[in-house]
């Protein structure tokens, strides 16, 4: 591949791509669908770029194993899809715990349970909440396109660092299987990365020794340490918030969607555009930190919040939390693996434009199939 | 003046939290005298896993990783991987290896993974106060098998050696005990020679050391030691069940480490 230069990819390969990319030497992952070429890919890139690849007995296996190679010094990456990285939730609380970077993928698909292979969003919860056990959050990435996957995997890598903290990217069955053209990031010279004076890399004889930990049997020295992480999520929620808006200056319907979801809401916002409603969208990238300073400017011109998820109503209580009862926020949603179509969320849209300024009709009753709209 | 003992550099300095007559302490600090006539200590690094060897990373002058409860196997794979040149070792109790981390232990052993595992069985769950393990005898009462482990409702003690060695991954597993001096011995020879073949770049090693818990086994630390010698070797006998060197398939093909 010649620098620099656009490629035609999935979105899988192309995430694995730009982690080795962004010196990721380590990947252990477990075969689970819609994320199987992630680890197909690393299977012999890895190697290639002088990393490790294991295909790990399990999920447990695999994000224990990137803690060993984390906590090491390397960059280290799993990846999985719902049921597994349900599985994988002890591992994160431990990296948490312990401090250590990595880079975990879901690459969500419909549950609960076996659930089905199809896309979803329904592991919102289980992403922005903790998911694993004790205080702890994870920076969460969300793209839109391979591309924009692409970008966040290779921030995802330097985020981890920086803060010393797990990072979760988190896409869905379409961004995992998608073909779009991409133009991939320069390799980072892995030598050049800063150094990492806590990992466990033998002494030496020279230093005394690192130890990678989450016990401490002290609950004042405990809780110190939870205080420290905390301060670090604090840093982390004033810092990291991300967000994108499309047409949304002059917008009275502000749509809310992330991923796969938000490019369907483009569409229906267009569509609705030609009918004189005026509808925009914010577009969350980070879901944990929430981009709640994006809706501070979007209250005063909005009339309402309408959020379209692949879930039965997960974002919409960080939407909710972030408008404060300023103004009415709606939601809608499919589930169960249906993708909704922008005619739908249109539909949608008219309703609740009618419902709250453009008209002053009342409310429709969730008419919608499927998730309905519901205030 | 000649001197005759003295503690090795590898071990810290200060008391433990390890039980009055409980034989950790001895396999600590045999391993601790192995990380120092190897002249190993600057390359080690341990994993500590969920139960009494919890904290073995403030006993032990090298790097550690406290890992999850049974998944220390993978833990060492992340790091031997990424750090080849590091002596990368396991402390695990018998609910941890053998119970939890079943999967971990049998998929590193099986891939070859070139570590060193020191597997504590003491026939039972220590650190949370004396429960049954998958390797309590039958008839050994504990707090989940209060008239003494019975077949029909809690199945048969799994000999982890025995089936380890089943698999063509390990490089070198031996059985050894902590109930004699003469036995203290042995378990020295096994912990330089799994150690020496991790050097070697031979592959999966593990010692399993038959260990003393008079706590949670209701015994007198010198009855705890007779136990050993009278029931629990009876039921997991001594020895090596597999050595690389006595021409098995493992060795050559250890999976190798991350360039760097
Ligand atoms: C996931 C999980 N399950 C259970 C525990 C509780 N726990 C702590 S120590 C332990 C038993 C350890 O026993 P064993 O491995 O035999 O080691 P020993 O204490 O005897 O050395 C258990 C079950 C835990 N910490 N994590």
């Known amino acids: ?375 | 003046m000649k001197q005759v003992f003295a503690r090795p550099r590898a071990l810290s300095p200060g008391a433990t939290h390890y039980c009055p007559g409980c034989t950790y302490g001895i396999v600590h600090r045999l391993i601790a005298e192995a990380l120092d006539d190897l002249a190993i200590t600057g390359r080690a690094v341990g994993v500590a896993s969920v139960g009494c060897t919890v904290l073995a990373y403030d006993y032990f002058e090298c790097d550690f990783q406290q890992a999850a409860h049974g998944r220390a196997p993978a833990v060492a794979t992340g790091i031997k991987r990424t750090r080849p040149d590091a002596v990368v070792f396991t402390l695990q109790g018998d609910g941890d290896l053998a119970a939890i981390g079943t999967a971990e232990i049998i998929h590193a052993a099986a891939r070859g993974e070139n570590i060193t595992v020191f597997f504590l069985n003491n026939t039972i769950y220590g650190m949370t106060g004396g429960q049954m393990a998958p390797t309590t005898l039958l008839g050994q009462r504990s707090t989940t098998s209060q008239a003494g482990r019975e077949p029909g409702r809690a199945g048969r003690p799994i000999r982890v050696s025995e089936m380890l060695a089943t698999l063509d991954g390990p490089a070198y597993i031996e059985r050894v005990a902590v109930d004699t001096p003469a036995h203290a011995a042995k378990v020295r020879r096994a912990i330089h020679r799994a150690l020496e073949l991790q050097l070697a770049g031979a592959g999966f090693t593990l010692v399993e050391v038959l260990s003393a818990c008079p706590t949670n086994w209701g015994l007198t630390p010198g009855e705890a030691l007779d136990r050993i010698g009278r029931e629990v070797i009876s039921y997991y006998p001594l020895g090596v069940y597999r050595d690389s060197s006595a021409a098995s398939p493992a060795g050559a093909d250890a999976p190798g480490g991350i360039s760097q």
């Open chain 1, 1 to 375: 591949m010649v620098m620099g230069q656009k490629v035609l990819m999935k979105g899988n390969e192309a995430i694995a791509e730009a982690a080795v990319r962004a010196g990721c030497r380590f990947y252990a992952g477990y075969p689970i669908t819609p994320q199987n070429e992630i680890p197909e890919y690393m299977s012999w890139r890895q190697y290639e770029a002088g990393g490790q690849f294991v295909q790990a007995e399990s999920e447990l296996a695999a994000i224990n194993m990137v803690y060993g190679a984390g906590g090491a010094g390397t960059r280290a990456m799993t990846s999985s899809s719902s049921p597994g990285i349900s599985l994988k939730q002890e591992g994160m609380s431990y990296l948490a715990g312990a401090e250590v970077p990595a880079v975990i993928v879901n690459m969500v698909r419909c549950g609960p349970g076996l659930g089905g292979i199809q896309p979803a969003q329904s592991d919102y919860f289980q992403a922005t909440r903790g998911g694993g056990h004790g205080d702890y959050h994870m920076l969460v990435l969300a793209g839109e396109s391979v591309q924009e996957m692409v970008d966040l995997t290779c921030l995802a890598f330097d985020k981890a660092d920086e803060y010393r903290n797990p990072v979760l990217l988190l896409g869905d069955a379409i961004l995992g299987q998608i073909m779009e053209p991409v133009t991939l990031p320069d390799p980072v010279d892995t030598a050049g990365l800063p150094d990492k004076p806590w990992a466990t890399t033998g002494t030496g004889g020279l230093r005394r020794r690192n130890v990678i930990n989450s016990l401490d049997l002290r609950p004042e020295s405990l809780e110190r340490h939870n205080l420290k992480l905390k301060a670090k999520y604090d840093r982390m929620a004033s810092s990291e918030q991300r967000h994108a808006g499309y047409r949304i200056d002059d917008a009275t319907l502000v749509l809310v969607a992330y991923g796969s979801t938000a490019r369907i809401c483009r569409r229906a916002v267009d569509l609705a555009r030609r009918e004189g409603i005026a509808a925009g969208l914010l577009r969350p990238i980070s879901l944990w930190p929430f981009p709640a300073e994006a809706f501070e400017a979007a209250v005063p011109r909005a009339g309402a919040f309408l959020a379209v998820e692949m879930s039965l109503g997960q974002m919409v209580e960080d939407v909710r939390l972030a408008v404060q009862f300023r103004r009415p926020v709606y939601f809608y949603g499919r589930t169960g693996g249906v993708v909704p179509t922008p005619a739908e969320v249109l539909v949608q849209i008219r309703e609740t434009a009618g419902a709250c300024g453009a008209s002053t009709a009342p409310a429709a009753s969730g008419a919608a199939r499927g998730g309905g709209l519901v205030k």
